[in-house]
Structure formats: structure tokens, C-alpha cells
């Protein structure tokens, strides 16, 4: 791996942790997100109109794997802002970022979908799912259902569903749209409009028929509009670097073994800078995800 990409990459690192940060720390909520996502969309009309001609004439199935994905998107922001609400970014955001990838091996390898994976990467998942049971408890003494917040861990796992889910249809949809050949950056990002256009208007009536999120949007529409706004810039900029970085590598194992950096990352931010407790169970825990994690990227 180049330095270039391993600079793009430790950017794209810092600014999808600092995007989580600004929404656990102004007002955690779906308004939040809409505005960020809105941003996001914006951000990519331009590539959007440079490859439209390529979403004309595809086959249905894409558009319904485009529905999923934005569905299951939704279903992530949701878990996400409640999550927040709930629980500490230094909890929330290391289980939302793992527990996909466990969820994602099951269901692949029941649906068949990719090659098996082998042993070490097997063990890789074990390791994370000790790590997911480990960190919502307060210590190892509370290992119990009692233990748990179970508010917090309803909407973690919520976001865990939205991330595989999306995660599943957009590599389904991507496949559509290549048809057997590479996707370009351009019409990956044009897809990424569509998303995140998609996930706004999505998230639209959940916004306008709760009181609670009506109010934190005459918020963000107002004074505090530069949070989300920045919040979109640094969510939708941090996947530009990684699709820059793909360019600079030799195998791409190399981004996702880096971008697991925002594990620990997430962690330090919120028990440094929001001052949130700290606990064994919750360090052992992120060791735990981290490690899983880089066996996995590294051992597929």
C-alpha cells in the first residue's frame, strides 16, 4: 500500500468518526440525518447527471435492490440516532461498525452468495461476536441479561440490520450496473446520489410525524444548520477518499484492515472528549472487535 493511500485512508478515518461525533453531540436524532443526507445528495448530483445515461435501461431487479438498500439505510440511521439517545458513542459506534460483519458471514454463507471463508477468518468472527457480548455489559461481574441496557442494545442491533442490509443490496446493485465489468468511481458515486436522495426522502415522514424530531429540524434549519451540513460533508467525503484509495493499493484487504481504525478511534472520542465511563468490559470488549476485525481483512 502507497502512503498516498494510506493517507487518504487515515483521513477518511477521521472524518466518518467526526460526522458520529457531531450528531452524538448536538441532538441525536433522525432530522439530524435527513439534513446530512440531503448534503450528501447534493454533494454527488454532479456525477449523478455525468452517468444517468447509465440507470436508463436497467433491469427492474436494481431498482428493487435500490428500494432495499434505501430501506435498510433508513433502518441504519434510525438505530443509529436512537442509539445515540441512549447509549455512548464509545458502545454504540464500535457494535454498530462490527456486528454487520458477523451478520453478513451468516448470511452469506447460508445464501451461498462469494467464496467460504476460511479458518482464520472464521476465528476472526468469533473473536468479534466475544467482543459484541462482552462490551454492553457494565463489568465482567454483570455478564447478564439484567446487566444490559437493553433500550441501547435494541437500537444497536436495528443498525446492525440496516448496515448488512444495505451492505447486500448495493453490492447486488453495483453487480447490475457493471454487468460484468468494472464499475467506474463516476457511476458509483451517480448511485450514491440515488441513495442518498433516496434516504432523505425516506426518512421524511419519520421526521413529520413525530413532534420530538419536528422540533430538532426547526433547530438544524435554523442556528445549528452548519452541524449535519458538516456532518454530510465529512460522511459522504470519508467514501470519496476510500474509493480514491482503491487506486493506490494492491490489494484491497489493505482499506479495510485501516478503516478499522475508527474502532478505536470512536472509543478514545467518546471517553476522552464527551467524557463518557470507561469499564474492562467495554476496552476488552473494542481489543477484541478490532482484532477480529483485522484477521478478517486480512484473512477472507
Known sequence: MTITAAILIFISVFMHVAWNMLSKTTTPSTAFYLIMNFIGGIIWLPFFLMSSS??????AVFYWLWA???????????????????GDISLIYPLVRAFPVVMLAVITLIAGIGKPLGIP????????????????????????????????LVFIILGAIGTTGYTLCDSQALKQIAD???????????????????????EVPLVIFDPTERIALRKFWGKAFFYPAAAGVFCTGAYALILIAMQHVSN?????????????????????????????????????????????????
Open 54 to 59: 447509465v440507470f436508463t435501461g436497467l433491469p
Open 68 to 86: 432495499g438498500s434505501v430501506a435498510s439505510e433508513v433502518l441504519y440511521m434510525y438505530g443509529l440516532a436512537h442509539g445515540y439517545k441512549h
Open 121 to 152: 477468518a472464521q476465528i476472526g468472527m468469533i473473536i468479534i461476536a466475544a467482543g459484541c457480548v462482552i462490551m454492553p455489559f457494565r463489568s465482567f461481574r454483570h455478564i447478564s441479561f439484567k446487566g444490559l441496557n437493553t433500550t441501547a
Open 180 to 202: 460484468g465489468e468494472k464499475v467506474s468511481n463516476t457511476c458509483t458515486l451517480g448511485y450514491l446520489f440515488l441513495i442518498q436522495m433516496g434516504l432523505s426522502l425516506g
Open 252 to 300: 484491497v484487504s489493505f482499506i479495510q484492515a485501516f478503516r478499522q481504525l475508527s474502532l478505536p478511534l470512536g472509543f478514545i472520542a467518546g471517553v476522552c472528549f464527551l467524557h463518557e465511563k470507561n469499564s474492562n468490559t467495554k476496552t476488552i470488549g473494542m481489543l477484541l472487535l478490532l482484532a477480529g476485525l483485522l484477521i478478517v481483512s486480512f484473512f477472507k
